[in-house]
């Protein structure tokens, strides 16, 4: 018989706050917190910028009125959601702390502060406990999608050393970014015989407001803002937050960023170095019991079907998809694999809300 002490908590009802409520993914917050179900407490408080004060928004079969950011705003919440940027989250997440709320914050304010934990729901849930500042960082996007395929490989075989190059849509640039992206492929999608034989006219034609140059029908070899080593920030953020997550601070990580044209979809292709042999049996065996992954790899050879993930087919859906995975031509301790997943969902909202259930699940 199971005594009182260790029987599973019941979920707990919380009163939620939304900060950056009327964003894209705070728009994709408040529809997950619905559609999964989440133990609420009375009704939520939407907040944003004063500019949106007064907004209502819609909330199950009524309106809920947004509100500016302040302190009162937080009275009596339990756990505040945050996608507002880092500057937003540096002010005003302690904010939301010290009244009590434990705070979610999809920015990058917090992900490598000590005392803040970095959690990917399906590789890392138990760090959530250690809070010490009562915040919960959620990776960027991109690690967060290349994590939960990482991390079963890890276990499995100890993972030391990783080469990522991804492809991230113009989606994770915010609605700024998908907006100049259809607008540049409506221009330059009606001139088919200047894309074909005068490239640079056709990129120099359009003038870039989002993006260092022209997005549509074209491939940036820059995302991010250039830092340390000629590596952009997006590039560092791969290599300090997998370290972070993963627990391993000597992870050799070797990182590339590349923006596409795909509107929403994060795709990362990885080369996985091992401390010991990988066969591909053994990690299909792996990735195929992690959860939140989908395996879609087939070659079509041999009657196999067909089959490998697309950003465009992982728009709208939760989990993360993997295809092509294959063992390394030269080195048996490697593996090589095709990671994509929706940069809103899973790489931004989905996980924020999935962090809020956790803190629930501890009664």
């Known amino acids: 018989m199971t005594s009182p002490d260790t029987e599973p908590r019941a979920p ?47 909330w199950l079969d009524g309106e809920v009125e947004v509100q500016a950011i302040s302190e009162e705003a937080f009275d009596g919440v339990d756990v505040a959601l945050f996608s507002a940027g880092g500057t937003r989250s540096k002010q ?42 009562g915040i919960i960082a959620n990776p960027n996007c991109t690690t967060m999608v290349l994590m939960v395929a990482a991390k079963p490989l890890h276990d499995a075989f100890g993972l030391t050393e990783m080469v990522a190059t991804s492809y991230q849509a ?21 001139d088919g015989d200047q894309l074909r034989f005068a490239g640079a006219q056709a990129e120099a034609g359009v003038e870039p407001a989002t993006f260092s140059k022209a997005i549509a029908f074209n491939v940036l070899a820059h995302c991010g803002s250039f830092t340390d080593e000629r590596y952009t920030d997006e590039e560092w953020k791969l290599v300090n937050e997998s370290r972070k997550i993963l627990k391993q601070p ?13 509107v929403v979809g994060h795709a990362i292709a990885a080369r996985l170095t091992f401390a010991a042999p990988v066969a591909r049996d053994a990690a299909m065996e792996a ?20 089959a490998y993930p697309t950003p465009l087919a992982s728009a709208g859906r939760d989990d993360v998809l993997v295809g092509r995975v294959r ?28 962090l809020a259930e956790l803190v629930a699940a501890e009664g």
Do not use: H
């Open 12 to 58: 707990r009802p919380l009163r939620v706050a939304v900060v950056g409520a009327t964003g894209a993914v705070g728009q994709e917050m408040r529809r997950l917190l619905v559609a999964r179900d989440v133990p609420l407490e009375g009704e939520p408080v939407f907040l944003a910028s004063e500019r949106s004060a007064g907004k209502r928004l819609p």
């Open 92 to 133: 005003w997440a302690p904010v939301a702390a010290s009244r009590g709320a434990v705070v979610v914050d999809n920015s990058s304010a917090f992900r490598m502060d000590d005392q803040v934990p970095l959690v990917v729901s399906e590789v890392n849930p138990e760090a959530i406990a250690n809070r010490p500042k």
């Open 170 to 190: 113009a989606g994770g640039a915010g609605m700024s970014g998908i907006t100049e992206l259809l607008e540049q492929a409506t221009k330059l999608g009606a």
């Open 250 to 262: 000597a992870l050799r990580v070797s990182p590339t960023c590349v923006r596409v044209p795909v």
């Open 287 to 306: 990735l195929a019991a992690a959860p939140g992954l989908v395996v879609e790899d087939g070659t079509g050879l041999d009657g196999e079907p067909l």
């Open 327 to 354: 063992e390394d031509l030269a080195d048996p301790y490697s593996l090589n694999l095709w990671v994509v997943g929706d940069n809103l969902l899973k790489g931004a909202a989905l996980n924020t809300v999935q």
